[in-house]
């Protein structure tokens, strides 16, 4: 077999259309009617404008948690510790409100200020991963996902503790700050709040001219996948896996950030909403590729909003979308497997 | 790249605008047909507050012609990430719903912006109070009522049969998140398990233990919350022989069940849904249960004869008969009784139904400030929006 | 046994690897097959050995048609190949490896194994002790390991596939003298290599590959210009040793102590001067790499300091990246996993080592560099192939084409190793233009023959130890062989003591 663009798409199609079928299996053996569920899905992620508005607002803080880990990945780089990167952003952006809310500065000034601070949250918390891995020894997987678990509980410490409402530790988390203090809605929509779609398609329009297009994108390739290499041929590694990190870490501070003034109004206990997870998936997904992020985050957030139909309408667990997800992820990456094996197998050689 | 952002910053200026309107007027009547949408915190059947709520909706159904539900339950940010309730509520609108319940005091801020957002569609925010003008929080939304039961006589009936049933003299309350509503349950529970401690029992006050030990939320979540199940367990492992439930879940029976199964009688009174006392046999004395049906066909008749007006109700039992399904707001399910406390239960409901006020003075918080002068009686507000827990009762009053 | 290939084809994409061989090898003949890089050796020979099907074509083994789609086939019918890299199980004991692939019981007979594998290795003179772990073998030893372990499971015919890369010298000779042994006892073997010497000195016939296709089979003695003209199409000229002046001080390492994983230096003392070629000769593992990565920063001394220029700055402790700057390159022997990036093109190598300045990537004038460059190296790619996609040689070549100038001083390991006669001739033919302009270079080889022809002056590493610089004139093959076996050190110091 060669390695063509041609196969390389079949393979991909093969995977999507296994994944559907493995999805079609479950749904059946659970009793249910399949195509109605993948009608409703569809109907309620593009049925209106309302639908669309609230699968562009849960696109923004994946996409940009997409574009972050394009970088780490692109580092060579597990960024696991996504998660808690969001938190982290989430819980600056919070404090930074909380402190300029009676200020009376002009509200822009404040959210412009409350977001640059969910960026350097989001930021610090990624060098923290990084530092623990180049200075420590620790595995990027570990040193994030203990990071996580130091985020949440942090986080659920300030909700029920020191941010708390008056009198009152609510899961519902903080008390939601003042209009006016909201990232500007658009007209017609309850809650599409254009600056930040701007700022997550300028962010992956970065991430991608970055990547494919200038010096230090190629010495991030250059360094994930040869660090030995690179090293040798001049590149400082570990400067650019930090730097990775931090680029990552200004991404989930931002979608952290985006949660908290676009979407939630407010601290809340799981204010990631698993974006990093999903994240991580879009990019294996995407093969790591930033052109095609923006397409699959959308298509991942129009499952998401529209499996909201399925326990309306069919009385069906919406997780069936995190089911279409993740057998989608699994099928893609078995796919280039075996595509990969089979490329070895007839490599050229003599 | 330029030119992109630049289209963009030229929509964002096109598109935005802040909703700061919000229309002054109620929704027009809905007419001889209604879709309701509701939105609950927990699962459909949780044998708790969240089946409470739906039930009262099948109860509507079944008196009110022309009405149709459409539903979404597990309405919180562990549940279904990303999401948001007023968002949920639009899922709702979008399949026909034109009156909105949003069923939990969680949802409040959500709710309000549903309702801002919304104005055309009717809004029921359960256990609310922003539509009450006496009450701190006012907020008028035209389109808004809230309604709440008045669960504190049930609660204090709990606490009867739980004094009158412990051996060792130690009640444990499981509560959920501290708020006004908690507090304010929780102390009912105690005034009335002091009462029957007092009254019925002639023993000494000082020798009734009331502790409150709060979870951090309406029901589990594991990683945030305390596990109920182990707040429960360390209860009954120290001498809490009766465990009151002031959470959505019945952890507190299962519990209950399964120390008296190993040979340890012990005993719980579970929350919110007539028939939770079916988790237990034999270890349930009771529950205090929501009515929710009568409250909700009143305000769904309004919402579609054109008679809706935004209010607040707190209803209260019907105490001909507290159990009546048609009547009463809030009732107390009778359990395992010994017939001593089962004639207790009888006799205090009927002393409440003749006028008993147990939110009388003297009254002390629980910091020994003065709550009640010697017969001061509290006013509904006082109530609502009780500060602190009582004197005598043991456990946190805000959270830390 | 009698080999016969008929027709054999086999394409990769446009690529004919094999295009329409056909020779027959008789039994005892120890057949060598020669070719350049990318000729179509190997692919002939895992076609032989069952890792690839023909496209079209037949073998006949003893005249009977045989069809041999697995390397299990191929060892059923007789036919065992040695990699050039041993497909051994390093982290397993010797005897085990040996072990598996034996088809059969679930349950191995470790002692009837092991007794064979005592009296299999005694026969060839072998020591190598079943209960050692393979990953304690030298490359030899491995070999050795290999080939017992194919006669054991009944090879009659024997496929070695460069073998004499990366051992020693006598451990050549003890593989040679096994192989001569065997095809006495009837074997057929058939000897891949481009080395024209270890053929002349092994085979009875040799068989010339180039792209692809047959050129011709030579009987003995073979005439070296007739080899090397059918296998490039023309003969290449030997390049002799130019002789050089003493130029400046480049580097300069003091009593360097260095602290390997299984080896340990003492006290090292070498000048580099300018222009000058130093060799480090020495079996695989005897501290060469230690040493040479030590000069570059990429591992640290533990004692002496190393100074660069002739104004003796001190760089002891500095990373590779400080030598880098005052220009010092490095080139790793493994080309793949330690100097090019695989997946990346050949024009994103050259904007890596270039350090270009803006933020950008300036494509057009990165490829015109990139084309330039190729041209200049005569690397066979294109600006966009990927690295991995290129042969041997010319990864080599694109390493060389990789370095900035002007350098100082280069450090190599292994320049020429599994390259053909041509790329050898070459890549040493750019490294000599390099010193003509004052690069000193530092080089390690296990070829004895290319370290004596390209260095001026040789330091010999045994078990830790090593001789003080030793001129190339006054050596020869046979006498840094035995330096290089650990013989004659006692003479080499009292030599130091007259001297």
């Not at chain 1, 960024?79 to 822009?108: H, V």
């Not at chain 2, 609660?155 to 051996?167: H, I, L, P, S």
């Not at chain 3, 009944?154 to 593989?175: C, F, H, Y």
């Not at chain 3, 230690?290 to 100074?307: D, E, I, K, N």
Request: hydrophobic letters at 45%; aromatic letters at 8%.
């Amino acid at each position: 077999m060669r390695d063509t663009r041609t196969n390389r798409i079949l393979f991909q199609i093969g995977a999507i259309l296994f994944a559907l079928i493995v999805t079609t299996l479950v749904l059946s053996l659970a009793g249910a009617q399949p195509f109605a569920a993948y009608k409703y899905i569809m109907l309620g992620a593009v049925g209106s404008w309302d639908v669309v508005s609230n699968v562009l607002v849960s696109w923004v803080p994946l996409l940009l948690a997409t574009s972050g880990l394009l970088v780490t990945f692109t580092v060579g780089l597990w960024n696991i510790g996504i998660e808690g990167q969001i938190t982290l952003g989430a819980i600056f952006t919070t404090w930074a409100m909380r402190l300029l809310q009676d200020s009376g500065w002009n509200p822009s000034l404040i959210l412009v200020i409350a977001v640059l601070a969910g960026m350097l949250g989001g930021t610090l918390w990624a060098l923290l991963a990084g530092a623990l891995k180049t200075f420590g020894g620790v595995n990027e997987i570990f040193g994030g996902l203990g990071l996580n678990f130091v985020a949440t509980a942090l986080n659920i410490w300030l909700i029920f503790g020191p941010w708390k409402r008056p009198g009152v530790a609510s899961m519902s988390g903080t008390l939601p700050f003042d209009r006016s203090l909201w990232m500007p809605i658009a007209a017609g929509s309850s809650r599409l709040t254009p600056a930040t779609l701007v700022i997550a398609i300028v962010g992956i329009i970065a991430v991608y001219a970055t990547i494919e297009g200038t010096y230090f994108g190629l010495k991030l390739k250059a360094v994930g996948r040869n660090p030995k290499s690179a090293y040798i041929l001049g590149i400082p590694t570990w400067q650019h896996m930090m730097a990775s990190f931090a680029i990552c870490g200004v991404f989930a501070g931002l979608a952290g950030a985006v949660q908290v003034t676009a979407v939630y109004h407010r601290l809340i206990p799981s204010i990631s909403s698993g974006y990093g997870y999903l994240g991580l998936m879009v990019a294996m997904l995407v093969g790591y590729k930033a052109s095609l992020a923006a397409p699959v985050a959308l298509f991942f957030a129009a499952l998401n909003v529209g499996s909201i139909q399925l326990p309306i309408i069919l009385k069906l667990d919406s997780s069936l979308a995190g089911v279409l997800q993740g057998t989608l992820v699994l099928f893609v990456i078995l796919g280039q497997g075996v595509r990969t094996k089979l490329l070895k197998k007839t490599k050229v050689s003599s | 790249m330029r030119d992109i952002s630049k289209l963009f910053l030229l929509l964002t200026i096109a598109l935005v605008a802040v909703s700061g309107a919000f229309a002054q007027s109620t929704p027009p009547a809905a007419g001889p047909n209604l879709t309701i949408g509701l939105v609950m915190v927990g699962p459909y059947n949780d044998h708790g507050w969240s089946q409470a709520n739906y039930d009262g909706l099948q109860y509507v159904l079944a008196k009110v012609p022309g009405t149709k539900l459409v539903y979404i339950d597990k309405a919180n940010s562990a549940d279904r990430p990303g999401t948001t309730v007023s968002q949920l509520g639009e899922s709702l609108v979008a399949q026909g719903a034109k009156l909105v319940i949003f069923s939990s005091d969680d949802m409040t801020d959500e709710a309000i912006k549903f309702a801002q957002d919304h104005p055309d569609i009717f809004v029921i925010l359960t256990s609310g109070s922003q539509q009450w003008k006496e009450g701190k929080n006012y907020l008028p939304l035209p389109n808004m009522i809230n309604v709440m039961g008045r669960m504190e006589y049930m609660k204090m009936v709990a606490g009867v049969a739980a004094a009158m049933t412990t051996k060792t003299g130690k009640i444990g309350f499981l509560g959920p998140l501290i708020n006004d509503e908690t507090r304010r349950l929780a102390s009912s529970a105690y005034l009335g398990a002091r009462y029957a401690w007092v009254n019925y029992l002639k023993k000494d006050p000082a020798k009734l233990t009331f502790k409150v030990t709060w979870i951090g939320f309406w029901f589990n979540i594991p990683g945030v919350t305390s596990d109920p199940t182990q707040v429960a367990d360390d209860f009954f492992n120290s001498g809490f022989d009766v465990v009151i439930s002031g959470i959505d879940t019945t952890e507190a029976v299962a519990e209950a069940a399964k120390y008296t199964a190993q040979g340890k009688q012990v005993w719980a009174i579970p929350y919110d849904y007539s028939k939770a006392i079916d988790e237990g046999k034999g270890v349930s004395l009771g529950v205090p249960y929501f009515n929710w049906g009568p409250a909700y066909v009143n305000a769904v008749k309004s919402a579609m004869n054109g008679t809706w007006k935004n209010h607040f109700e707190w209803n209260g039992p019907d105490w001909k008969n507290i159990n009546n399904p048609d009547t009463s707001a809030v009732g107390f399910n009778k359990g395992t009784l010994s017939k001593d406390a089962s004639a207790a239960v009888d006799k205090f409901v009927g002393e409440l139904g003749k006028g008993l006020n147990l939110w009388v003075g003297p009254l002390n918080y629980q910091d020994g400030t003065v709550f009640l002068k010697n017969k001061e009686k509290a006013t509904d507000q006082q109530i609502w929006y009780l500060p602190q827990l009582l004197q005598g009762m043991e456990g946190q009053s805000v959270s830390k | 046994m009698q080999v016969e290939l008929r027709g054999i084809t086999k394409c990769f994409g446009a690529l004919r690897a094999n295009d329409n061989i056909s020779f027959t090898v008789p039994p005892s003949t120890i057949e060598g097959i020669l070719g350049e890089n990318g000729a179509g050796k190997s692919t002939l020979m895992k076609i032989l050995s069952g890792f690839y099907s023909p496209d079209s074509g037949d073998i006949l083994l003893d005249g009977e048609k045989v069809k041999i789609d697995t390397p299990a086939d191929a060892i059923l019918q007789g036919i065992g190949m040695l990699h050039q890299d041993p497909l051994d199980f390093p982290p397993l004991k010797v005897i085990d490896d040996f072990i598996l692939g034996e088809k059969g019981g679930l349950l191995p007979n470790r002692k009837r194994a092991s007794k064979e594998f005592k009296e299999l290795s005694a026969r060839f003179d072998f020591s190598i002790d079943p209960e050692s772990y393979v990953d304690t073998l030298t490359v030899g030893e491995r070999q050795q390991l290999e080939i017992l372990r194919l006669l054991w499971l009944g090879a009659r015919v024997l496929i070695l596939d460069e073998p004499t890369t990366g051992i020693s010298l006598p451990q050549k000779e003890k593989l040679f003298a096994t192989l001569k042994k065997l095809a006495a006892e009837g074997m057929t073997i058939l000897f891949v290599s481009h080395k024209l010497e270890d053929v002349e000195a092994l085979c009875s016939r040799a068989t010339v590959l180039r792209q692809g296709k047959l050129i011709g089979t030579m009987e003995l003695p073979f005439a070296t210009k007739a080899l090397v003209e059918m296998m490039f199409g023309k003969e290449m000229p030997q390049e002799s040793k130019t002789q050089l002046k003493m130029g400046m001080n480049v580097l300069n390492a003091k009593h360097i102590d260095l602290d390997g994983v299984r080896i340990q230096i003492k006290g090292v003392d070498l000048q580099v001067h300018a222009g000058e070629v130093i060799g480090l000769a020495g079996m695989e593992g005897s501290g060469q790499t230690l040493f040479l990565s030590a000069c570059a920063g990429l591992s640290q001394p533990v004692g002496g300091s190393f100074c660069l220029d002739e104004e003796e700055k001190d760089m002891t402790g500095q990373t590779y990246h400080e030598f880098r700057k005052k220009g010092v390159a490095y080139l790793p022997a493994a080309r793949l996993e330690q100097a090019l990036i695989p997946g990346l093109s050949l024009t994103e190598h050259f904007i890596l080592s270039e350090g270009m300045r803006g933020f950008f990537i300036d494509r057009k004038k990165a490829e015109d560099l990139a084309k330039s460059r190729i041209a200049l190296y005569n690397i066979k790619g294109r600006p966009d192939s990927t690295v991995e996609s290129l042969s041997g040689g010319n990864q080599q070549r694109a390493l060389l084409a990789l370095m900035r100038d002007p350098l100082k001083l280069i450090l190599v390991e292994h320049p020429t190793r599994g390259l053909d006669v041509e790329s050898t001739i070459y890549i040493w033919g750019k490294l000599k233009e390099r010193c003509a302009n004052g690069t000193a270079i530092v080089f390690i080889s296990s070829d004895l023959d290319e370290i004596l022809k390209y260095s001026d002056r040789v330091l010999v590493f045994f078990a830790g130890r090593v001789t003080p610089p030793l001129n190339a004139s006054s050596l020869n093959v046979e006498r840094l062989g035995r330096l290089i076996g650990g013989k004659d050190w006692d003479m080499l110091e009292t030599e130091a003591a007259h001297a």
